[in-house]
């Protein structure tokens, strides 16, 4: 998965456990930032998304940021950086959420979290040639080298990976929404 693909996917998961968590949302005087349902999604964040990310830079960098940049140049702190970033995104996502369950827009608050998963879905669609070619920076420039993305070990990856965010996803959102239905 591209970056630009588990952005828009993080802020979609933050607006959907809000939706999930709107039971708590609603009765809970408490900031957003200090519900349960928060503290949810900041795990998944912070056990599945951030880390699916970092799979994707340290072992397929170029790929995963659409050639746009050359990961042997950006410092590792810029990385660090860009992940802390990721999870304020998705974060946000969450808040946003929040906002529309607590004003009574449910409606809109679905309407944004699948606006945001159409647009993680099309990323591949819009970047299709960077996508389909598993090369390092100056081999994609270059037009040289590289391999077919189909069957090799980033597919694989991929495939795992993705397995494992929408899980992750699935069973968050499920907890979040027992877990309102309970209380």
């Known amino acids: 998965m591209p970056l630009p693909t588990l952005v828009f996917f993080g802020f979609a ?3 959907a456990a809000a939706f999930a968590g709107r039971c708590e949302l609603r009765v809970s005087p408490r900031p957003a930032i200090l519900t349960r349902s928060f503290g949810a999604h900041g795990f998944y964040v912070c056990l ?3 880390p699916i990310s970092v799979y994707f830079y340290l072992f397929h960098g170029d790929w995963f940021l659409l050639y746009l940049v050359d ?3 950006v410092p590792s702190a810029i990385a660090l950086v860009g992940f802390v970033v990721e999870g304020l995104i998705a974060s946000l996502g969450f808040f946003v959420g929040a906002s529309f369950i607590r004003s009574q827009r449910d409606g809109l608050a679905l309407l944004l979290s699948a606006a945001a998963i159409v647009l993680a879905g099309s990323v591949p669609l819009v970047a299709k040639k960077q996508l389909q070619t598993v ?3 100056s081999q994609f420039h270059g037009n040289f080298g590289g391999a077919a993305f189909q069957g090799g070990p980033l597919f694989q990856g991929t495939v795992a990976m993705s397995v494992f965010l929408v899980s992750g996803f699935v069973y968050l959102i499920a907890r979040l929404h027992w877990s309102g239905r309970r209380s």
């Open 13 to 15: 998961a933050g607006v």
């Open 48 to 50: 599945v998304l951030i």
């Open 71 to 73: 990961v042997r140049l």
């Open 135 to 137: 090369a390092t920076y």
